[in-house]
Each structure stands twice: as C-alpha cells, then as structure tokens.
C-alpha cells in the first residue's frame, strides 16, 4: 500500500491531464442544461434550479398514462410575494407541454397534486412563476415501464 | 364518450384565515388527437383545456390543461378562507362545451 501512495511526477502530470480533460468536457460556463434551455425557449427567461420548488413523481411507475405529480412551492402568498404559476413540461412527449396552474394570494398555499400522461422515460421539468417575475426550475426522472401515448 | 360528470370535494366549514384542501375530478377521456382509430384515421382531439376556481365570484385559481394530463383529469389544490360564499368551478372542453360544479362553504 505504502508504494501505492507515492505519487511519481509522471502520475502527477497524468492526473493533472486527466482533470484538464474532464473539465474541458462538461458545458462550457454559462451553456445551460437542456432543461433550462428548453425552459428558457418556452418561457422567455431562464429559470434558476431552486429547492423552494419541490417536483414529487413516482422515480418509477409501471403506467405512463397516470402518473401521479405533485409540487409545492415554499412561499407566503402574501400580495408582496406569492407564485403566480407552474408550468409542468414533459420534454419526451409529442407534445411538450403539460399543464400550467395560476395561482393567486388566496390559493394560500402553491401545492398541486394530479396525474399525467409521460410518453416515455424522462426528466419531467416545473417551472414556478413568482410575483418578482424570478423563474424557479425543478427536474425529476421517471422511468416508466408502458409508455402513456400523449 | 359518456356526459362528462363533475365531482368535487369542498369542507362546508371553514376557520376565518383556515387553508382549506379541494378535490375535483372530471370523467373525461382527454382525446389527445394522436390517436387513430381502428381504420386508421386520426380520433380528433377532445380534452378539458381549462379549469377555473371562483370564490365569490373573484377567480382564485385556475388551470391550462394540455393533451398530457391524464384521463379523468384530477386536481387537488387549495384556497384560504376568508368569508363565506360559494366555490364555484367550470371544466371548458374543445368546442365550448363548459361543466360546471359548486359548493358552500360557511366561514366562521
């Protein structure tokens, strides 16, 4: 084990090498995701991936023609600070879009729970519209085993 | 494709203030459009395109219903009580057809 740890110049270098390639292969700075992209063609602005948006689906679930979705977005609604909508998009459907809520002050509480249609496996995205105009973006994979037609 | 029938789930009674849970469902099929029927033509598309929530008349919340919601379309959300009155909710189907449901609840 002892001469397993020293580390000789030319591993040093290779290891250096190593690092230099994988940072040259992830995105370039500032070149987003495709769920952010694709959420930034659809809705105008890019969102930012926040953890006050919680996206629950099933991870896997044997029929893709009622998949349960839920959400809830950590948030007063008050008049000063409250969402003003989702929008859940299915990026593998034939049709991307699958439903937006608008809530108000008086929803009192920005959670939603139903069911929906996935064409195939995929990373099903929410975008939540808050009243200060920011975009907040989660993403969730689901697998499922009979795809839904949509 | 049986007359799309309306349920809902509002409490009769409500604390001032008091974040209250509703249910409503929709029998529907959701015709996607994307489907063919046995002769190979396409089924033209029939869903529920939109929901709306009014309490009071003032809309609190509403819904853009796209062909990925699934069939029976099914949502659970929520409303802050503030005074008593009626929750009034509206399923609009392509073609204009539009279903309606209401409850009442009593604010205390």
């Known amino acids: 084990m002892s001469s397993g740890s020293v580390m000789t110049r030319r591993a040093v270098l290779g290891t250096v090498a190593l690092a230099g390639a994988a940072l040259a292969m992830r995105p370039a700075r500032g070149a987003p995701d495709p769920e952010i992209a694709l959420a930034e063609q659809l809705f105008g602005r890019a969102p930012v991936p926040s953890e006050r948006l919680q996206l629950d689906m099933p991870a896997v679930f044997p029929n893709g023609y009622t998949v349960p979705l839920a959400f809830e977005v950590d948030c007063p609604m008050t008049d000063a600070d409250h969402v003003r909508a989702v929008h859940v998009v299915a990026p593998r459907n034939p049709l991307v879009r699958v439903a937006s809520f608008h809530f108000t002050p008086r929803s009192g509480r920005a959670r939603i729970s139903t069911r929906i249609r996935l064409a195939e496996p995929q990373n099903v995205i929410a975008v939540a519209e808050m009243s200060d105009g920011v975009l907040l973006l989660a993403k969730t994979r689901v697998e499922v085993e009979v795809n839904g037609c949509a | ?108």
């Open chain 2, 1 to 108: 494709m049986a007359t799309p029938e309306p349920r809902i789930r509002v409490p009769n009674t409500a604390a001032k203030g008091e974040i209250l849970e509703v249910k409503a469902l929709i029998t529907h099929q959701m015709e996607t459009g994307l489907r063919r029927d046995a002769t190979g033509k396409l089924m033209p598309r029939k869903i529920i395109n939109a929901f709306s929530c009014r309490y009071n008349g003032e809309l609190v919340f509403s819904v853009e219903l796209h062909e990925a919601v699934a069939a029976n379309p099914y949502l659970e959300f929520h409303l802050r009580a503030e005074e008593s009155g009626t929750i009034e909710f509206a399923w609009h189907e392509d073609g204009g057809a539009v279903y309606t449901a209401r409850g009442t609840l009593t604010v205390t």
